[in-house]
């Protein structure tokens, strides 16, 4: 089979020469002695028109075809100056591979991306979706090649782990006993000594803290894997299974990471714009009109940096915009960064050095007392998109603070020995692959660039 985008790409090899195509029918209408079937083959989201004569034995099959069929055709590639495509088959030969039920529940006209998440084994079919899945294969590639590029390793951290490494208490639970009859201590509690790890399991929400063991051996690695948060909050922008790419390195600060995390947001939105330009101009036409311009501004200036201290002096001005306002010592809302982002510095920006209460119990100390070495990378259209920091390496002080924050000692003893055994200053970052895409793409529901999403009271198809 020849794809399409081929086609399309190298039209004059093709030309008048006898190629044999696979698809599923997009559209079908025919008249007494021909039709015209439009295909899709998933290679390319511009059209490829069949037309089809009763001089063939299977007519009647193919005249009663619904859309969505899958079909196998051969026949010769003609020019068509006059029509809006630039070429066409005159088909030989139209097999069909599967026939498609009356009841196909994509038809021509557009349908909205609410209808479409109801039906997510078809909406691939879709031009929109096409592209956007298209987008996140070669996002994935991109970023692989770019941490393969600068020699960082990649490494396949668990995704069953006995600790929560962001210290939120939004994991989801990994058991193998039986609700019905939960074996019980003397104090009444789920005795989770009988469970199949002899210990209370969950979904990771991170691969950090193995990832930062392996940057202890390494110098530099990097994970790229899912991570599940059972989150309870219904947003455009958390699912409850998310992949993340997690960079981490050692002999590196809080500086270095800004460096890698930009260096890497860049390679990747080239990359985009170097080997998908159809999908990219699609985006820019039928989801996000400013897109294209965005991210070339994005590629060719420097990302902003400014402390949390300094963001919320500027955030504190404008409380009256906000529907939670701002104070010292309180998290960032997505309003809160989008006004940073969109509003004061006008492209993606590093906000750094967070109060230590509202970040996690790994984060190196600040001198002040008050403040830990964090940052997170703000982007236009989103909020934050990285979380990272420099660690804390020094062994004294991240008991204190796991003590503090009431963590057990000896769910975290290997993270522990890390700083026992040739700590390195080290740093490292987490990227929400999927609000990477959204920020690729322009599209503004994270339901819409997760082939199969998991949110809350979803989890059907
Ligand atoms: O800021 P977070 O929680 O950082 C970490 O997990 C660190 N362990 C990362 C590190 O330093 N190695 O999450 C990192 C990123 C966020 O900036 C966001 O892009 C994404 O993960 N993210 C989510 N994406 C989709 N749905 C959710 N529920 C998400 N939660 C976080
Ligand atoms: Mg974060």
């Given amino acids: 089979l020849i794809a399409i985008r081929e086609l399309y790409k190298n039209k004059d090899q093709y030309l008048d020469q006898k190629i044999t195509v696979g698809g599923w029918v997009r559209s079908i209408r025919d008249s007494k002695a021909f039709g015209f079937i439009v295909l899709n083959d998933g290679t390319f989201f511009e059209p490829l028109q069949i037309v089809y004569h009763d001089t063939m034995d299977n007519f009647e099959e193919i005249s009663k075809l619904n859309v969505g069929a899958a079909v196998i055709v051969t026949g010769t590639l003609v020019a068509t100056p006059q029509a809006k495509q630039p070429f066409e088959i ?7 591979e599967g026939a498609s039920a009356p009841d196909y ?9 609410e209808y479409l998440r109801t039906i997510s084994h078809l909406r691939p079919r879709t031009n929109t979706f096409q592209a956007v899945f298209r987008i996140r294969s070669l996002t994935a590639y991109a970023i692989h090649k770019f941490f393969q590029e600068r020699g ?14 962001e210290g939120a208490g939004e994991m989801f639970r990994v058991t193998t006993l039986d609700m019905e009859n939960l074996p019980k201590t003397d104090e009444g509690k789920v005795d989770y000594s009988k469970d199949f790890f002899g210990k209370e399991t969950s979904l990771t929400v991170s691969g950090q803290l193995n ?3 392996y940057a202890q051996a390494f110098r530099n690695i990097y994970t790229f894997g899912p991570t599940f948060r059972a989150e309870n909050s219904n947003t455009t922008r958390h699912a409850a299974e998310f992949w993340m790419i997690e960079p981490e390195m050692a002999f590196a600060d809080l500086d270095d990471n800004m460096m890698l995390a930009e260096a890497m947001l860049k390679y990747v939105i080239n990359y985009v714009l170097e080997n998908a330009p159809e999908e990219m101009n699609f985006f820019n036409s039928f989801v996000d009109k400013g897109l294209l311009d965005r991210l070339h ?4 200036s420097e990302f902003a ?5 300094e963001a919320v002096e500027l955030l504190e001005k404008n409380n009256d915009k906000f529907e939670y306002k701002v104070s010292w010592g309180t998290d960032l809302q997505t309003e809160h960064e989008r006004y940073l982002t969109e509003e004061v ?11 230590k209460d509202i970040k996690a119990f790994y984060m190196k100390q600040n001198e002040d007392g008050k403040t830990v070495a964090a940052v ?12 990272g920091s420099q660690r804390e390496d020094d062994y004294e002080k991240l008991l204190v603070r796991m003590k503090e924050m009431g963590l057990a000692e000896e769910d975290y003893k290997f993270y522990l020995d890390l700083r026992k055994y040739g700590s390195t200053r080290h740093s490292g970052f987490g990227l929400g692959f999927e609000r990477c895409i959204m920020y690729l793409t322009g599209m503004g529901n994270i339901r819409d660039v997760i082939p199969f999403p998991r949110t809350v009271n979803n989890c059907d198809l």
Avoid at 90 to 96: K, S
Avoid at 105 to 113: A, N, V
Avoid at 297 to 300: A, G
């Fill in 90 to 96: 005159q088909a030989d030969t139209v097999e069909v």
């Fill in 105 to 113: 529940p994509l038809q021509k006209k557009r349908h909205s991306f």
């Fill in 152 to 165: 960082f390793v990649y490494v396949h951290t668990p995704l069953i782990t006995g600790s929560d490494c």
């Fill in 211 to 213: 990832g930062e063991a």
């Fill in 297 to 300: 501004n994005v590629v060719s």
């Fill in 305 to 309: 940096r400014v402390t949390y201290t």
């Fill in 345 to 355: 510095f006008k492209r993606p920006v590093f906000v750094t050095d967070y109060p």
């Fill in 376 to 387: 997170d990378c703000l982007v236009p259209g989103i909020g934050e998109i990285i979380g």
